[in-house]
């Protein structure tokens, strides 16, 4: 194989995700040179978003099987799942919207098993209606997680050689204390350590940011810093790994950015992405670790506001479907490395 063949799972019919698509298939030709690339998702609904980016609907073809793909870069060929969502208005919740991407998902996560594809790539979900389409998800790497049967995983932000694991995710910020157990955070930094050992980089640092203000100041902001990350760090520097922390988010973030520290593990979701997305932007991307299959997304919303508007920009789907595919070839590897580390 030389080629990994990706799919682009389009995400929500009535949010930027079709346009995005289109714009990513039809306007980046030297994404094909890289890998062979298919649309999973309605082809009603990417003819939609194609017209509203400024480009053909008649470039949008329906294909049964990703081995059938010409790999042609003025055409976007989709796998056709489900029923047309042509009814779905742009930019409101609407629950066969939701249905759609989910059903998206679990088509990708199918071909992934079955070998058919080497690696997952995800435009924008709206949990909101995936919920009222009767898919109870906190959003998309949970449910990845779930059809690969996998329970040590981790969202990650990446820009370049940064990442930036979570212990928590898409949970309220009384869950995501009360989740950030001795056990989640010790599977997460074997998690990290699996994916350096991976990457050929075994001793590379790993910082863990603190939970509380000033990672609990000698316990005069809370105790979990001393009581469940301290303890979990120490622990794994007994086991050989070079973890550091837990250390002051307001202080190890801007290092990080600042490159002193490429892997670093936070505590919830807003501690990572609020800091993270002010800095990268489009340059960012999110992938799911701990996963048989490498799996990037966007790191953005389905923006409603914007949907249909033909303004909104694909440079994060590009960036996605790139890293997809300079990580499927050796994802192997990966996923060896952290089944090992479990």
Not at 25 to 50: F, K, N, S, W
Not at 246 to 257: E, G, R
Not at 287 to 308: E, Q
Request: net charge negative.
């Amino acid at each position: 194989m030389t080629k990994p063949v990706l799919g682009i799972t389009m995400g929500d019919a009535a949010g930027i995700g079709p346009e995005i698509t289109a714009k990513t298939m039809l306007t980046h030709p030297g994404l094909r040179e890289q890998a062979a690339v298919v649309v999973i998702g309605d082809a009603d609904a990417m003819r939609a978003g194609a017209q509203h980016a400024g480009l053909d609907p008649a470039a949008v073809t329906v294909i049964d099987d990703p081995s059938a793909a010409s790999n042609d870069p003025t055409i976007i060929e989709v796998l056709q799942t489900g029923p047309s969502l042509a009814h779905v208005p742009v930019g409101d919740i609407h629950p066969d919207a939701g249905d759609g991407s989910y059903r998206f998902v679990v088509e990708a996560c199918r071909l992934a098993r079955e070998g058919k594809i080497h690696g997952i790539v995800t435009a924008p979900l709206n949990k909101a209606a995936m919920h009222a389409g009767g898919h109870l998800y906190p959003g998309h790497t949970e449910l990845l997680a779930e059809q690969f049967d996998v329970k040590n995983f981790s969202l990650v932000l990446s820009a370049g050689d940064l990442y930036f694991f979570h212990l928590t995710t898409h949970v309220s910020l009384r869950q995501a204390i009360e989740g950030i157990t001795p056990e989640r955070t010790n599977n997460v930094i074997d998690l990290v350590a699996a994916f350096c050992r991976a990457l050929g980089k075994p001793d590379e640092a790993i910082a863990v940011t603190g939970l509380n203000p000033h990672a609990g100041e000698n316990r005069l902001f809370g105790d979990e810093d001393a009581d469940v990350l301290a303890p979990a760090v120490e622990a794994a520097r007994a086991r050989g790994l070079n973890v550091h922390g837990p250390l002051p988010a307001d202080a190890v973030i801007p290092q990080a950015v600042g490159g002193k520290w490429n892997m670093l593990i936070v505590c919830y979701h807003d501690q990572g992405h609020a800091p993270f997305k002010a800095v990268y932007g489009d340059e960012g991307v999110n992938i799911t670790v701990g996963l048989p299959v490498v799996r990037v997304s966007v790191d953005h919303g389905t923006a409603f506001d914007i949907a249909g508007k033909g303004v909104a920009r694909e440079a994060s789907l590009v960036l996605a479907a790139e890293r997809a595919a300079a990580l499927s070839m050796g994802w192997g590897e990966v996923w060896h490395a952290a089944q090992a580390g479990e």
